[in-house]
């Protein structure tokens, strides 16, 4: 089955530094993949959409400044948390579409990567 | 616009009882619907989906929903709770015929197995 990674899984960074973390598809071409956060006992909230080679489609409220994210190829993408607050401390988790997919299905979720910034 | 709600954040049941979560959505064009979970600090997993073949969709670990339009539910069961179901589960909603889609989320259902 298709799987997506992400690295690292955990993090403790000290606050005003910046962090950045990986989402890999391991077997398949994602032309599409999906950030989201989780905060603790809540729902994931999509942060932004990213296109491989293309800009991020940031949903509203999210500080595309804050939260950088590159799709430099169809099999990873990065998200980088630039200057990292105690607030910006979450668990991150992201997702991958199948290039070939034609609906909104066949997306796979990563393991996600928890962020504590102290 | 699409989006879901879960009936009850929190749901306990006695191990080997019958297990149902509710979910309803609402969405202006034919919805892909799934149903996810979640074991703590991990990612999610795809239980079930329905792509508007069969209106029971049948998943792992003995899960089943059924799509009823007419109620616009999709209401997820397992016959006999199993205490390694203990988890947190998501219902989510997607349009059926875009493929620049996204997936949104219920607010979740814990599911806590009584021995």
């Known amino acids: 089955g298709a799987v997506v990674s992400q690295h690292p899984s955990w993090v403790i960074c000290k606050s005003g530094t910046s962090v950045k973390i990986e989402c890999r598809s391991l077997d398949f071409q994602a032309t599409t993949m999906f950030w989201y956060r989780q905060f603790p006992k809540q729902s994931l909230m999509l942060m932004a959409t990213?296109?491989?080679?293309?800009?991020?489609?940031?949903e509203q409220g999210v500080e595309k400044d804050k939260f950088l994210i590159n799709h430099a190829s169809l099999t990873l993408s990065t998200l980088t948390v630039t200057s990292a607050h105690p607030e910006d401390s979450s668990f991150y988790i992201c997702s991958a579409r199948e290039s070939r997919a034609r609906g909104g299905g066949d997306q796979y979720f990563g393991p996600g990567t928890r962020l504590l910034v102290l | 616009a699409q989006s879901v709600t879960q009936l009850g954040s929190h749901v306990s049941v006695s191990e080997g009882a019958l297990v149902l979560l509710r979910c309803n959505y609402s969405?202006?064009?034919?919805?892909?619907l799934f149903w996810y979970v979640q074991y703590p600090n991990q990612g999610l997993q795809l239980l079930l989906k329905y792509t508007s073949a069969a209106t029971l969709v049948k998943g792992i670990n003995g899960f089943e929903a059924e799509f009823k339009k007419s109620e616009t539910s999709f209401h997820l069961t397992k016959p006999s709770a199993h205490m390694s179901d203990a988890a947190e589960y998501f219902c989510a909603v997607s349009p059926l015929y875009s493929s620049a889609s996204k997936i949104i989320f219920g607010s979740g259902t814990r599911l806590s197995i009584r021995p």
């Open positions: 990213s296109n491989e080679g293309s800009k991020a489609t940031y």
């Open positions: 969405s202006s064009v034919p919805p892909y």
